[in-house]
């Protein structure tokens, strides 16, 4: 089932179209559902915001045009009442339900506004994720979460200390836009951290699994991968995963942390 997504991790990061692939993701889950249903939600969705925004000749107008289709219209927005839920971060649910996390939602606003031909990205803000229309010079930052509102510098400040507890400087990262894969990492990150959360492990081992094939370059999630093989007992597969971690970094404190996990697990 794992070799339905292989290309993702292949493919150069601008060739990922994010809300396709976030449906491809949530399909591993589905197992029998055709994803068709669900890209021709998004393709209608795309058509209506189309169709009112034909006028528009402002990204200000633009992100008036996807708030009212996505969130009034059709009353798109985060599920505060089970936010944990493994449906929140599966795009065919939050499809369907019209309910999400804030990574799930912003997927789907970035994936129609692109399929315009708008500048549209996931921002890399800490603790709830918001998106941005338009570029540098005429930026507007939405919340998807929040019925698609639109935020000041200020009012994103106040969302990331409301997410994260904390009240500081907005760092100049959160302003900068993620990569696709790492969307699509995040995405699939928040079930890890659930399941490793209720013990669920062998369920925890599966998504790592996708995340390492999504992100084979990425050297924490084969890091992650190996110490929970070798939680489970699968040594072979941790010494795999510390392979494949070894020829991703060059960092010598997490090269010597690999030799030692290779010598504290037992040859079968």
Same mark, same amino acid.
Request: hydrophobic letters at 45%.
């Given at each position: ?179 696709? !894969? /790492?969307? #699509?990492? &995040?995405?699939?990150?928040?079930? *890890? ?6 013990? $669920? %492990? ?22 992650? !991968? /190996?110490? #929970?093989? &070798?939680?489970?007992?699968?040594? *072979? ?6 392979? $494949? %971690? ?23």
């Amino acid at each position: 089932m794992i070799e339905r997504i292989a290309d993702l991790g292949l493919i150069e990061d601008e060739d990922i179209e994010l809300d396709r692939a976030a449906l491809r993701l949530a399909a591993l889950d589905h197992p029998g559902v055709d994803i068709e249903a669900s890209e021709a939600v998004i393709a209608a969705l795309a058509d209506d915001v189309a169709a009112v925004s034909a006028q528009a000749d402002t990204t200000a107008k633009r992100a008036a045009a996807l708030r009212a289709i996505l969130a009034d219209k059709h009353d798109f927005r985060g599920d505060s009442e089970t936010y944990d839920a493994d449906i929140n971060a599966d795009l065919i649910s939050v499809i369907a339900r019209r309910r999400g996390l804030p990574v799930a939602l912003a997927i789907l606003y970035v994936g129609i506004a692109r399929r315009l031909g708008w500048t549209a990205d996931v921002l890399n803000t800490p603790g709830h994720i918001v998106i941005a229309l338009g570029d540098e010079d005429d930026r507007v930052v939405l919340d998807p979460f929040n019925g698609g509102r639109q935020l000041t510098p200020e009012g994103l400040q106040a969302v990331i200390k409301r997410a994260t507890g904390s009240w500081q400087s907005l760092d100049p990262a959160a302003w900068t836009p993620m990569e696709n !894969r /790492a969307v #699509l990492v &995040r995405l699939v990150n928040n079930l *890890a951290i659930r399941a490793m959360g209720a013990g $669920a %492990l062998e369920r925890a081992a599966i998504l790592y699994q996708r995340l390492t094939t999504i992100g084979p370059t990425m050297p924490d999630l084969w890091w992650e !991968r /190996a110490k #929970l093989e &070798r939680r489970l007992g699968r040594n *072979a597969n941790a010494r795999a995963s510390l392979s $494949a %971690l070894m020829e991703t970094t060059i960092d010598p404190v997490m090269r010597r942390e690999i030799r030692r996990m290779f010598d504290d697990i037992p040859h079968e």
